[in-house]
């Protein structure tokens, strides 16, 4: 039995899917950096290649659908316990028995998959009612919260419509992950121990001027991450940011 360890990212996820898709003896696929050692199974370490999960992507698009693909990103940001597994072997039944089976509720794979999917839309619904923005600075608004799934991502267009005339930091205490607007585009940032103290105990100030000087920061020669940056700030992205130029 194997167990697949990845970066944490999709593109990470579906590089795994790649590579696994065939493999029978699948214990676990899970991020390094949250793996539990077993005695159970051997270690496979995948490598984000962009271009395999470009292939998966693609695949998926064509041959089965987008609805397929919104289903696999879901799991991955559930975090449940086995959603990883549990994408692949979604991924395997659509691509066998094709995108109908999505209709077969009574089967175990699809009947999971709609459990974890309720899980995370329903949450979603209820952090968009709930979330609270205060002022922090002149032209700031900040709102924390810690939710079970990883939220952030389903919230960045909701939030850049609405709230399209504000800047806004929304951090996840849970993830320590940040989503800042700039009254241009949103940017996911990570945040350290450190940082994320900060925003919990209100030295706002500290933060704000640490996203204004973000991009500075991670371009620091010795600290240069291009993979990290593209993760965070996608290239289409940046033309539009001051804090690019």
């Not at 292939?55 to 449940?80: A, D, F, G, H, Q």
């Not at 799934?149 to 940040?178: G, M, Y």
């Amino acid at each position: 039995m194997y167990t697949y360890l990845y970066d944490g990212t999709f593109d990470g996820l579906l590089t795994v899917y790649f590579y696994a898709y065939k493999d029978s003896q699948i214990y676990d696929i899970c991020p390094a950096q949250l793996h539990q050692p077993s005695l159970h199974s051997i270690i496979k370490e995948i490598h984000t290649e962009s271009d395999k999960a470009e292939r998966i992507r693609k695949s998926v698009y064509t041959k089965l659908s987008s609805t397929v693909m919104y289903n696999l990103y879901l799991l991955y940001l559930s975090e449940l316990p086995d959603c990883n597994v549990l994408g692949l072997e979604y991924l395997r039944l659509c691509y066998n028995r094709g995108i109908a089976i999505n209709t077969a509720k009574h089967h175990p794979v699809i009947r999971q998959l709609e459990d974890y999917r309720y899980k995370v839309t329903r949450e979603l619904d209820r952090v968009k009612g709930f979330l609270r923005f205060q002022k922090i600075d002149e032209n700031v608004y900040y709102a924390k919260f810690a939710p079970d799934h990883n939220q952030l991502p389903l919230l960045r267009s909701h939030l850049e419509k609405r709230f399209s005339d504000q800047k806004w930091i929304v951090h996840d205490e849970r993830r320590n992950t940040a989503l800042v607007y700039n009254l241009h585009r949103s940017m996911l940032v990570p945040l350290t121990t450190e940082e994320a103290s900060q925003l919990v105990e209100g030295k706002h100030d500290d933060c704000i001027d640490l996203f204004q000087r973000y991009f500075n920061t991670i371009a620091i020669k010795e600290r240069t991450n291009k993979r990290l940056q593209d993760q965070y700030m996608p290239k289409r992205y940046r033309e539009y940011m001051p804090e690019t130029k």
